[in-house]
Nanobody, 119 residues
Framework: QVQLVESGGGLVQPGGSLRLSCAASGIIFNIYVMGWYRQAPGKQRELVASISSGGFTNYVDCVKGRFTISRDSALNTVHLQMTNLKPEDTAVYYC?????????????WGQGTQVTVSS
């Protein structure tokens, strides 16, 4: 069974940095788009950044220039380097990946990791 496991969340002061990681495991034939979403209290989940299998990246406007998404296809991992963090970046961050496996399911989500930006 395919699983996504995130790590790297925590508490950081405004202006600080964090690096989130997500590793996919299980029977995996191919991984297409990998991405990071976030959900703040009382708000809808939103796409933060995504990266295709070819390395094409996409970011929500409010994180452009501050966040960088990358992936290691050999290790089935995706990372989100977050710099100059702001209080409004506080949210639970979720990894999502479109994975071809021995299951009809394609979209998989991680369990989420809390990022809190506060002084």
């Amino acid at each position: 069974q395919v699983q996504l496991v995130e790590s790297g969340g925590g508490l950081v002061q405004p202006g600080g940095s964090l690096r989130l990681s997500c590793a996919a495991s299980g029977i995996i034939f191919n991984i297409y788009v990998m991405g990071w979403y976030r959900q703040a209290p009382g708000k809808q989940r939103e796409l933060v950044a995504s990266i295709s299998s070819g390395g094409f990246t996409n970011y929500v406007d409010c994180v452009k220039g501050r966040f960088t998404i990358s992936r290691d296809s050999a290790l089935n991992t995706v990372h989100l380097q977050m710099t100059n963090l702001k209080p409004e970046d506080t949210a639970v961050y979720y990894c999502k990946a479109d994975i071809v496996s021995n299951s009809p399911q394609v979209g998989y989500w991680g369990q989420g990791t809390q990022v809190t930006v506060s002084s």
